[in-house]
C-alpha cells in the first residue's frame, strides 16, 4: 500500500494528480527530500531526519520548513498505514510553482521492496566511480549545494545504472585526490580492529543520519569511532566494509571492483554484531 499525506494533514489519494506540471520539483528538481525507515509504527531518527530537511533546505535557500507541521503530518501517515512492519516514509519538500512563492510539501509512506531486503540480508557488490571534484571542494563552492539532500538525484542514479552494466549493484564515489566520499545513496563505513571509521561531510558528502545512529550506538558499546578521511586503498585493509542507510540499513560489502572481499566467520560475527549494535536502540 501506499499512504500519501499533504503537510496540513490531509491524505489524499496517491494515484490521483498531485503535482503541476510547473513545479519547480518537475522543471528543475529544485527542493529537497528525506527518507525515514519506520518500523513497527516508530520512525527511526526521525528529529535527526528533520534537521538535515532544514539544513538542506537552507542551502537551497527555501522557506525554513516547519518542522513541528512535518511532525505532525508524519504521523498522519504512520497512523493511516496499514501495510507490512517496515514502511519507508518519505518527506518532499520542493519550491513549489516558479513566482508563486508557496513551496510544495508531502510525506508518503511506502512498503520497502524485496529487493532492498534482499541486498540488506545477502550483501552487495560495489565498484568505486570517480565523482569528479575534489575532497575540499564544498568550502570553495557553496553554490553547488554538496552535502545538501536535493530532488536532483539523475547523477546518482546514472551512477547505479553504469553499476550494473559493470555486473556491479552499487557504487562508491571518490574525490579526484583517492578520497572515498559516498554511495549514491548511502554513506561509508569500514571496522579497523574495534574503531569505526567514516568520511567527514567537509569532503562535500550528506551527513548520514544511520551512520550517526551507528556511531552513537557503538560508542556506548566501547567501540572507537571516527569522522576522518578514507583512501580508496584503506578499503581494502578493513575488519569490515559497509554502505549504511535508512532503509537498506547496514548492508555489508562483499565485492569491490570485482575483487571479492575476505569472508570468513569472523567477519560475519563482526556484521552480526555491529547489525545488532544498531538495532538495539530501537528495541
Not at 496517491?14 to 503535482?19: I, S, V
Not at 525515514?36 to 527511526?44: A, C, E, K, L
Not at 553554490?143 to 546518482?156: E, R
Not at 542514479?157 to 559516498?182: C, K, S, W, Y
Request: proline share 6%.
Amino acid at each position: 500500500m501506499t499512504v500519501l499525506a499533504l503537510l496540513d494533514g490531509t491524505i489524499v489519494d496517491h494515484t490521483a494528480p498531485l503535482l503541476r506540471v510547473d513545479d519547480l520539483a518537475v522543471q528543475r528538481g529544485d527542493g529537497v527530500f528525506e527518507t525515514i525507515m519506520v518500523v513497527d509504527g516508530r520512525p527511526r531518527e526521525l528529529g535527526p531526519h528533520l534537521e538535515r530537511l532544514a539544513r538542506s533546505a537552507a542551502l537551497l535557500d527555501m522557506p525554513p520548513p516547519d518542522l513541528a507541521a512535518w511532525e505532525r503530518c508524519a504521523q498522519v501517515v504512520l497512523d493511516a498505514w496499514r501495510g507490512g512492519r517496515e514502511m519507508a516514509l518519505k518527506l518532499v519538500y520542493s519550491r513549489g510553482v516558479e513566482g508563486e512563492g508557496r513551496p510544495t510539501a508531502f510525506a508518503m509512506g511506502l512498503p520497502v521492496g524485496p529487493e532492498t531486503i534482499r541486498k540488506r540480508n545477502e550483501g552487495l557488490s560495489v565498484i568505486t566511480l570517480e565523482r569528479g571534484y575534489a575532497a575540499d571542494l564544498q568550502e570553495r563552492a557553496p553554490w553547488l549545494l554538496l552535502g545538501a539532500k536535493t530532488l536532483s538525484y539523475a547523477v546518482n542514479m546514472a551512477a547505479l545504472r553504469h553499476a550494473e552494466r559493470n555486473d556491479a549493484q552499487e557504487v562508491i564515489f571518490t574525490a579526484t585526490d583517492g578520497t572515498v566520499l559516498e554511495g549514491p545513496t548511502s554513506t561509508v563505513v569500514i571496522a579497523q580492529g574495534r574503531t569505526l571509521r567514516t568520511p567527514p561531510p567537509s569532503s562535500g558528502i550528506l551527513p548520514g543520519t544511520t551512520q550517526g545512529a551507528l556511531f552513537r550506538a557503538a560508542e556506548a558499546a566501547g567501540w572507537n569511532t571516527k569522522v576522518e578521511p578514507l583512501r580508496i586503498e584503506e578499503l581494502w585493509d578493513t575488519d569490515g566494509l559497509w554502505l549504511v542507510s535508512s532503509v537498506r540499513l547496514i548492508t555489508r560489502v562483499h565485492t569491490l571492483d570485482g575483487k571479492t572481499l575476505p569472508d570468513d566467520e569472523q567477519r560475519a560475527a563482526l556484521h552480526r554484531e555491529i547489525t545488532e549494535l544498531f538495532e538495539s536502540q530501537y528495541v
